[in-house]
């Protein structure tokens, strides 16, 4: 049993290193790539391509049914499963491709935009650039190696990236962003294929499809209630306000939620089969989420100052004065992202749980309460949205907290600590950079990097001993399982 527990942990703790230093790598080269492209191209560049990847997105939440998810959860697969959801796939991508060349013109129309139809028609094809990847990266999840996983994604980006930069060099204008998307799709599919050991097969089950697909149909379900919700506010400030103003939007929105989404991510993904390999154990699973939720708290906080403080001077220094009305939304949202990283183990955790249904019920009321926060907000503009956005989470996060209470059999005073102590961060993180731009008038790029160092020296002296505390009890309790 002790041997069981130091596997888990040594697996899980690599694990969560291998995709954080990895997504820490992607993040700065995306953040990167982003003030290059932001430089070089205007708005309404990158409200076409918001506008699309609202359509494009949804579709992709269908290339592989949630059976990826299936392979991960299930206790035994065998050649009959792996093969069926590849091939799935497959079929479900090129369909989806032919489904976006034909039907793109109904997209401009909606949008009474009709620049945006060929963007719609190339994105279409990441759907069958991507599909092997959507298989190859969860049964190397089941593995727990992600290592790979970790390494394809940082080269997908940096060949992306590079891909784009080039293009907006050259004039490319919208197309240097549909590019990048096109080749680290193509990219993450052959990395994936070729670091594989394992090919599919010519088999084709329907049995082991339905077997499957009992499971993830719920997955698919939450999926499509969770993008409505995490996209609505693109849908309708594309529809309503138009390219520019969902441009300004979407590189906000992108700008706080991308990197801390970077740092869910690993947790959550290193959660997900960490949990399903214990489901069956209630207490133990309870101990992991606590301390994965301590962890992910406690790394995210400086995020949303850092962004309040530096963004009115950092985004018309970095990104130029066209993007000067980014500014508050970027600050709004990044409470909400805050939030969001809080809120972001309870899905993975429903389904490694064999609870896919909590997860469809928990973006049901979350969708509900976006949609109304964000109609209500569009007659402010995409400040209004933002607030909005800001209001539903706020209202809905306590929802989620109690079904998560309820299934680990858990009461909500248990999380009472964990935020008290992150309210205590974000305080001392904020008062030092206050006190500093209000008393000392700095050059820009000084200001910057003054406020920057005091928050990151600030939130690190505050969390040392939390954060060997929270690694502590994962240690302990990883250390258990048996």
């Known amino acids: 049993m002790q041997a069981r527990g130091e596997s888990l942990l040594s697996k899980s703790t690599t694990g969560v290193l291998w995709l954080g230093g990895g997504q820490a790598s992607g993040l700065v080269l995306q953040i990167a790539v982003r003030l ?25 939440l269908l290339t592989d049914l949630g059976l990826g998810q299936a392979l991960v959860q299930r206790k035994e697969i065998d050649e ?5 959801a590849f091939w799935a796939a497959g079929l479900i991508g090129v369909t989806l491709c032919g489904l976006f060349i034909v039907s793109a013109p109904l997209v401009g129309v909606f949008y009474g935009n009709q620049a945006v139809v060929p963007v719609v028609r190339a994105l279409g094809f990441t759907f069958v650039l991507g599909f092997p990847e959507s298989v190859f ?42 590019a990048e998307q096109l080749i680290r799709s193509a990219a993450g599919s052959i990395l994936y294929f070729a670091s594989s050991d394992w090919r599919p097969k010519l088999l084709f089950s329907r049995a082991a499809l339905l077997e499957m697909w009992s499971y993830s149909r719920s997955i698919v379900g939450a999926r499509v209630v969770n993008f409505f919700n995490r996209n609505l506010d693109n849908l309708l400030i594309g529809r309503f306000l138009g390219a520019t103003p969902l441009g300004l939007y979407s590189v906000a929105y992108q700008g706080v939620l991308m990197p801390l989404q970077q740092i869910a991510r ?4 290193v959660g997900f089969p960490a949990f399903a390999t214990i489901q069956d154990d209630i207490p133990r699973c309870r101990s992991a989420y606590l301390s994965a939720l301590r962890i992910s708290l406690l790394v995210a906080t400086p995020v949303p100052v850092l962004v309040i403080f530096l963004s009115p001077t950092a985004v018309p220094l970095l990104l130029g004065e ?24 309870s899905p993975p955790l429903f389904l490694a749980l064999g609870r896919a249904d909590l997860s469809l019920k928990w973006t049901l009321i979350a969708l509900a309460a976006s949609t109304i926060g964000i109609v209500v907000g569009l007659r402010w503009g995409i400040v209004g949205v933002a607030w909005g956005y800001l209001a539903a989470v706020v209202v809905t996060s306590p929802i989620q907290f ?18 008290g102590r992150m309210l205590l961060a974000l305080l001392a993180t904020a008062i030092a950079p206050a006190l500093l731009l209000w008393q000392i008038d700095l050059p820009p790029f000084a200001e910057l990097a003054a406020a920057a160092v ?27 399982i048996g």
């Open 137 to 178: 990266s969860y049964l190397l999840e089941r593995r727990l190696s992600f290592r790979l996983i970790g390494l394809r994604r940082l080269l997908g980006v940096v060949l992306g990236g590079s891909a784009g930069i080039a293009l907006a060099l050259g004039g490319f204008g919208v197309w240097a962003l549909v």
């Open 322 to 345: 066209q993007w000067a009305l980014a500014v508050l939304p970027l600050q709004i949202l990044s409470v909400v992202a805050l939030f969001q990283i809080g809120m972001s183990l």
């Open 266 to 269: 690993p947790i959550a993904s």
């Open 454 to 480: 005091v928050i990151v020296l600030g939130f690190l002296a505050f969390t040392r001993l939390l954060a060997a505390e929270a690694w502590a009890v994962l240690r302990r309790s990883a250390e258990s």
């Open 36 to 60: 290059v492209l932001a430089r070089l191209l205007a708005p309404d560049d990158f409200g076409l391509v918001a506008m699309a990847v609202v359509f494009t997105g949804f579709c992709s």
């Open 80 to 84: 009959e499963h792996k093969s069926t």
């Open 402 to 419: 109690a079904m998560t209470g309820r299934l680990l059999q858990m009461p909500l005073t248990a999380l009472g600590p964990i935020f």
